[in-house]
C-alpha cells in the first residue's frame, strides 16, 4: 500500500528518470551500432587487424563502469559530466558485442553461397549488400540486443556523473537507507532490460527468417535507421535545451556539484539557492561519484563544491595524515591556488571527521566510549568499511595500527551507504561513518572518540575556480556569507531530516536558510 | 562468332604456399566452341581447380588462361563472370532470394529491364522443367534436391552465357533423380549450342554427356580424349578407372551422341 502511494506520488519523477534512462540506452546503442557494423564488416575484409580490435574492445568492456565513466571526464569533448559522458562510455560497452556478432555472421555465411555469388559476377559492394548482410542481420541483431541489454544495466551506473536516469533513484535510495527508492529505480529497470530483449528479440527472429529480398532493402532500412537516429537526437537535445534553465543569457551561470552522499547535496543546494537568490543562474550537477567532483572542477565541468580539508590534504595533494587542523586548512589553501587555481573558501563551520560506530545496544551492554575499548572485542568482531576508507592513506591501515585491533576476518570492502545497514542489521559489528551523519541518530548508533588523535581533521569547505570568483563576484559573497554558519549538530540535524524523515535536500535547506535569515 | 577455341590453357600452373605440390601443373588444352568437356578423376585431383581457373575464381600462378581468346587477367573479373554460367554441387542458392530472384540474379545486376527478367524466368523454369505458377514464389529450403539443382542450372542459363561451368551438379543427389537430370542436361546440351566444362568424379556421367573427357591425376592432365577413344585406351590409369564401370554393368550403346556431334 504504502509502496503504490510511493509511486502514485512520484510518477512523474519516474517518468522522467526512465525516458532518459531509455533515451541514453537508445542513442548509445544506435551509435555504437552504427559505429560497430561497419567496423566489423571492415574487419572480416582485413582480417590483419581483427584480434587487435576485438583485443580492444574486449578490454574496454572489462574497465568497471564507474572507473570508465571517471577516466572519461578529464578528455576534451567526449568528456566532462552528463549525458554525453555516458553516452560515450554506453557506446564503448556496445562495441564489442556488435563488432564480434557482425564478424560471427558475416563469416558464418556458406561458403558455397558466398563463392556463387561471386562466380555469378557480384561486385564487392553487391555480395555485402545482397547476400552477407542479409544473411547475417539475425547474428549481428543479437549482438545489438546483448549490446542494449548491457546498456540498461550500465546506464543505471551514470547517475554517478550526472547523467540522471533510473540509477539516480537507485544511489539515492542506498544512501538515504529507503528501500522504496531503490525499488522504485531499480524494478523499472529491471523491467526495462526484459522489455529491450523482448522487443530486439522478435526483430531479430524476423530478421533470422527468410525473406524476400525485394521487401527487405538493408540499404534502405540502415538510411532509414540513420535518419531515425539523427532525428531522435535533435528532438532530444531540442528538448534539454527547452527544458534547460533559460531565464536569459545575459545572466551570469555557475554550476555547483556535489559528491554523491546527502550532506553534500544539502550544502551543494544550500549555496545553489543563495546564489539564486542573488540572480545568478545555477546548473545542479550533484551526486557525482568517486572523485569525480574534484576532476570536474579541475576540468571546468563544475565551478563549485563542498569539499573537506582532510581529503583535499591526503586523498588529492597525496600527502601524510596530519592531526593539526589550523595547518592542514592552511596547507590545502595554498596548494588549491598554486596548482589548481582554486580558492579554498572559509571554513563552513562543522567537521566532518571519520566516525568509528557501533550498535547502540553494544556499546551500552559493553559500555564502549572510546576507539580503544574496542580492542579486546576486535578479534571476534567483523568490520565493513566503505572503498574510500580501506583506500585512503590516513584510512584502514593506519588505523588498525595505531589502535593496534585484530578483526576475525579482513573488513567488508563495500559501499559507505551500505555500512549503516550491514551494521544496523548485525552483518558487521563496526564501521567507518561520517559525524555529521543523520543515520547515526536514526538508526542508534554510537560515536567512538578518537582517544589516540589518529583521524585527521575534515573540516567542511567550499572550493571555487578562481576564474568564476572574478567572473561571478556573488559567489565569492556567498562564500564569506557561509563562514563558521554551520555546527556539526545543525549538519548532522540536516542530514536526519533527509536520511531519516525523507524530506527533499532543498526543502530542507531552504527551512535552515529561512532560520538563518540567509 | 568469332574463330577460335572458347577457352584455352597454356601452360597454366596452380600452387598455393607450403603445399608440396602445385595444385594443377602444367595445363596446355584446349575447349572449343559448343564442345562439351567434363573432367574427371579422384577428389584432390585439381578439377574444380581447373573450373575455377576459368571464370578467375583463381589465378594461375604460371601460364595464361585465355576466354574468348583473351588472358582471364586482362579481363574485368565481374564482366567475365557474368557472361559465365556457374553451377555447384547443392546449387548454391541464395537462401533468402525466392526462386525467381535466385534466377533473375545475373539479368538484375546487367539491370535488364523488369519485364523482360520476369519473362525469362518463366521460360527459364519452363527450360528445366518446372512450373513457374508453382515454384518462382518459393524459397531453396522449400524445394527437393533435384528442384533446387534445376534452379540451380536456370539460374546460370538465364543471362544466356556462351560458357558453362558445372561442379558436380548432380553430385549430392539420389541415383533416379540424377539419372533424369543427366538425361534431361543432355538433351538441354544439344539444344542450346553452349560451350560447357563439367566437373564429376562418375564416369559413367562422362560418358554420358561428354565430347571429350579429361582425365586428371594428382594435377596434372593424364589423359583427353573423345569418349569412344575413352573406352579404348591403353593408358592403364585410365583403364583402371574404367574398370569401376564394367562392374557396375555399363551400357556402352546407350552412350550418348553427345552435344558437340
Redesign the interface.
Known sequence: MERLQFFAQNWPLLLRLTSEHLVLVVISTAIAALIGIPLGILLVRHPRWKDLALGIAGVLQTVPSLALFGLLIPLPLIGGIGARTATVALILYALLPIIRNTITGIEGVDRHVREAAIAMGMTPRQLLWQVELPLAMGVIMAGVRVAAVIGVGVATIAAAIGAGGLGTLIFRGLRANDDRLILAGAVPAAMMALAVDWALGRLESRLRARRPSRTFDLRAVGLAGSAALVLLLAIFSAWRFATAPTAGLTKPRLVVGSKDFTEQVILGEIIAQMLEARGVEVERRFELGGNLCHNALIAGQIDLYPEYTGTAYTAILGHPPLTDVRAVYEHVQREYLEKFDVIVGPPLGFRNDFAILVRGADARRLRLRTISDIAPYAPSWRAGFGQDFISRSDGYAGFVRAYNLRFAAPPREMDLALTYRALAAGEVDVIAGNSTDGLIAALDLVQLEDDRRYFPPYEAVMLVRRETATRIPEAREVLERLAGSISTAEMRQMNYEVDGERRSPAEVARAWRARKGF | MRSGPAVEFRGVTFSVEHAPRPIVADLDFAIARGETLVIVGESGCGKTTTLKLI?R?LLPTRGTVLVEGRATTAWD??????S?G?V???????????VE?NIA??PR?DAWPEERIRHRVREMLQLVGLDSERFAAR?P?ELSGGQRQRVGVA?ALAADPPLL?LDEPFGALDPLTRAELQREFAALCRRLHKTVVFVTHDLREALLLASRIALMRDGRMQLLATPREFLRTTDEYARAYLATLRVEGFDEDRMAPSCAE
Do not use: K, M, S, W
Not at chain 2, 555447384?88 to 525466392?98: D, K, N, R, S
Open positions: 571464370n575464381l573479373p565481374v564482366r567475365l563472370r557474368r559465365i556457374y555447384i554441387q547443392e546449387a548454391g542458392l541464395f537462401p533468402h532470394f525466392t530472384e540474379l545475373v545486376l524459397f529450403h539460374r561451368l
